[in-house]
């Protein structure tokens, strides 16, 4: 294993003890570190990642799994949605949007408000109320959007959904395994869409398959380890964390597409 392998299972490692807690694989925040620290061209950043989310997933899924926390019909509404989703997204990602001047864009556009929102949402929550969750329909109809940008981005999708879905008022308790859940099935598909698409497009479409595995593996081991220690972490400062990383990251993308 070379030095950038290395560096991918420490890094996979560490942001997914941080983001699985709450339900996100940590796809999102390891992408820039992709893109700027290991150089992985643009678009094979996007099924790097969604390996990541392959080989990270069954870690947390494991932990939640024991715990018996997998059952219950949102994981069903979510993968419902955002798995056609992920797979147009992969479409609109390798011949709509392969230039990395606009991915930076994208990504600045996403995770800024993401980040700002839940930081606002975490300080001020709102009163959780019947007629303040989703209905069905509209969880499904959200993870299809989701799924869409999150097949362009490269995150399964669930990653976006679980800071939503919680700020919607939904416990993270019940969000998290669900949303995980979504995020590995949409990025099973979406990474064979993305190499079924290398073998008729051109460019860096196929993923990095050294890179990936090695930050799959980091985040296999954090998945658990952060799983296992969600009881114990306030959400609030969990919350918080995620939501200040997000609005960085964005800000620093929108300053490096800017320049």
């Known amino acids: ?43 094979a950043v996007t099924p790097t990642n969604l390996l990541f989310n392959v080989v990270a997933g069954p870690g947390a899924l494991v932990r939640f799994h024991r715990a018996g926390r997998l059952r219950g019909p949102l994981t069903r509404l ?21 230039g990395p001047g606009v991915f930076r864009v994208l990504v600045a556009l996403l995770l800024l408000p993401l980040g700002l929102w839940l930081i606002t949402r975490t300080l001020r929550p709102a009163r959780v109320t019947a007629a303040a969750m989703p209905s069905p ?5 959200l993870a299809l959007a989701v799924g869409i940008v999150g097949g362009v981005y490269g995150i399964g999708g669930g990653s976006l959904l679980g800071p939503l879905l919680v700020g919607r008022g939904l416990p993270v ?3 998290a395994p669900a949303a995980l859940a979504s995020t590995f099935v949409t990025s099973l598909a979406g990474a064979g869409a993305f190499a079924l698409l290398s073998l008729t497009g051109s460019g860096d479409v196929a993923p990095d398959w050294s890179l990936g595995l090695a930050c799959g593996l980091g985040g296999l081991i954090g998945g658990y380890l952060g799983a296992h220690l969600q009881p114990h972490v306030p959400e609030t400062a969990l919350c918080l964390l ?3 990383l997000a609005a960085a990251l964005g800000a620093s993308y929108g300053v490096a597409a800017l320049s």
């Open 173 to 175: 308790a019940q969000v």
């Open 78 to 98: 979510l993968v419902t949605g955002t798995l056609p989703g992920v797979l147009i997204g992969a479409v609109v990602r390798v011949f709509a949007v392969p």
């Open 242 to 244: 995620l939501g200040t």
């Open 137 to 141: 329909r509209t969880v499904t109809g």
């Open 1 to 43: 294993m070379g030095e950038p392998e290395i560096g991918g299972l420490v890094a996979g490692l560490l942001i997914a003890v941080v983001t699985s807690p709450v339900g996100v694989s940590g796809a999102v925040f390891l992408l820039p570190v992709q893109l700027s620290v290991f150089g992985v061209p643009s678009p």
